[in-house]
């Protein structure tokens, strides 16, 4: 009798097809689009990040006393292991625009790999990142190099006409829709975030003034369905039960409609990471309360311990 295969993990299967769509697009971009970086720069930025990647998942296997994730499965572990960096470096360096400034290409392709160490909270007993690594090094870019901007949308339909311009998001949406609802699991966080957009794009024609049909235009273009389909659904970074995840997509819509209406340009990144760290923030907020409970519990467990161990004294009846 043949034992039965063993079934892969979707997460990782996800993180694949993640990194192939990507690199294909990266490589379709530079070819017939017109990314407007040079074409050496997303190299650069990819190997960057893998060494990033591996010198600190040896400091930090070191400092937990455990074998680094990259060893024991040979070729296929290591490759398993870089897709998250691959796809953070290529994120960062398709969406940034740093002019000719290569080196802060690569700051915030280091920001991101390292924000997955430094911002960690735990987890049924494991230290997670919460911190969606691309959204928060291009945040963190932004902020501190106002000249930076993000790449403008002709940028990803710049040598194409009319018909491509609209199978290009097309083609991404039908591809990001597939893989969001069989391997990430993250239809309804997608729910929460395109319902509640709607609603504060409204909201905004309504009471600020500003007009509805340009707000909601901004849902055609492949910038946004690109943020939508490969980088609020972060499988790593998101709640995984329904509620949760609606809650998730609409918070960031509704952080991007306050920022917006306050006239903060590049809300879709800064609104993915408040959310985020609100997150983050509750998480950490959950895991103490469970840990005070916890210490409750032992404590009390010891009290009645000690309690059952103190022998009852038996009266003895009086001699007469």
Same mark, same amino acid.
């Given at each position: 009798?043949?034992?039965?295969?063993?079934?892969?993990?979707?997460?990782?299967?996800?993180?694949?097809?993640?990194?192939?769509?990507?690199?294909?697009?990266? +490589? =379709? @971009?530079?070819?017939?689009? %017109?990314?407007?970086?040079?074409? *050496?720069?997303? +190299?650069?930025?990819?190997?960057?990040?893998?060494? !990033?990647?591996?010198?600190?998942?040896?400091? @930090?296997?070191?400092?937990?006393? &455990?074998?680094?994730? =990259?060893?024991?499965?040979?070729?296929? %572990?290591? #490759?398993?292991?870089?897709?998250?960096?691959? +796809?953070?470096? *290529?994120?960062?360096?398709?969406?940034?625009?740093?002019?000719?400034?290569?080196?802060?290409?690569?700051?915030?392709?280091?920001?991101?790999?390292? @924000?997955?160490?430094? *911002?960690? $909270?735990?987890?049924?007993?494991?230290?997670?990142? =919460?911190?969606?690594?691309?959204?928060?090094?291009?945040? /963190?870019?932004?902020? *501190? =190099?106002?000249?930076?901007?993000?790449?403008?949308?002709?940028?990803?339909?710049?040598?194409? %006409?009319? /018909?491509?311009?609209?199978? $290009?998001?097309?083609?991404?949406?039908?591809?990001?829709?597939?893989?969001?609802?069989?391997?990430?699991?993250?239809?309804? !966080?997608?729910?929460?975030?395109?319902? $509640?957009? /709607?609603?504060?794009?409204?909201? &905004?024609? !309504?009471?600020?003034?500003?007009? +509805?049909?340009?707000?909601?235009?901004?849902?055609?273009?492949?910038?946004?369905?690109?943020?939508?389909?490969?980088?609020?659904?972060?499988? %790593?970074?998101?709640?995984?039960?329904?509620?949760?995840?609606?809650?998730?997509?609409?918070?960031?819509?509704?952080?991007?409609? $306050?920022?917006?209406?306050?006239?903060? #340009?590049?809300?879709?990144?800064?609104?993915?990471?408040?959310?985020? !760290?609100?997150? @983050?923030?509750?998480?950490?907020?959950?895991?103490?309360?469970?840990?005070?409970?916890?210490?409750?519990?032992?404590?009390?467990?010891?009290?009645?311990?000690?309690?059952?161990?103190?022998?009852?004294?038996?009266?003895?009846?009086?001699?007469?």
């Amino acid at each position: 009798m043949t034992e039965p295969t063993p079934r892969r993990d979707p997460r990782v299967t996800a993180l694949r097809r993640f990194a192939i769509s990507i690199s294909a697009f990266n +490589i =379709f @971009g530079y070819a017939v689009l %017109g990314f407007e970086q040079p074409w *050496l720069w997303p +190299i650069v930025a990819v190997l960057t990040a893998y060494a !990033l990647e591996i010198l600190l998942e040896i400091v @930090g296997s070191r400092t937990e006393n &455990r074998a680094p994730r =990259f060893r024991g499965n040979g070729v296929r %572990g290591m #490759v398993e292991f870089l897709y998250p960096a691959h +796809i953070t470096a *290529l994120a960062v360096n398709m969406l940034l625009y740093t002019n000719d400034r290569l080196l802060v290409t690569l700051f915030g392709v280091m920001v991101g790999i390292s @924000g997955k160490w430094l *911002l960690r $909270v735990p987890v049924h007993g494991r230290m997670r990142h =919460f911190m969606n690594p691309s959204n928060f090094g291009i945040s /963190v870019v932004i902020l *501190l =190099f106002p000249w930076v901007s993000i790449a403008p949308p002709y940028h990803f339909t710049e040598n194409v %006409g009319t /018909v491509v311009d609209w199978i $290009v998001p097309a083609a991404i949406l039908v591809l990001g829709t597939m893989l969001n609802a069989k391997l990430t699991k993250r239809a309804w !966080l997608i729910a929460g975030w395109l319902s $509640v957009f /709607v609603l504060q794009a409204v909201f &905004r024609g !309504l009471v600020l003034d500003t007009s +509805i049909p340009a707000a909601l235009a901004m849902m055609t273009g492949v910038a946004f369905v690109l943020f939508t389909n490969y980088m609020i659904t972060d499988p %790593g970074t998101t709640p995984t039960h329904p509620v949760a995840q609606f809650a998730f997509g609409g918070g960031a819509a509704l952080v991007y409609g $306050v920022l917006t209406g306050a006239s903060v #340009v590049y809300g879709l990144f800064f609104a993915t990471a408040i959310v985020c !760290l609100v997150r @983050g923030g509750f998480l950490w907020a959950l895991h103490g309360v469970r840990q005070t409970q916890a210490q409750r519990a032992a404590a009390a467990e010891a009290d009645s311990g000690v309690e059952a161990a103190v022998p009852v004294p038996v009266p003895v009846p009086a001699v007469r």
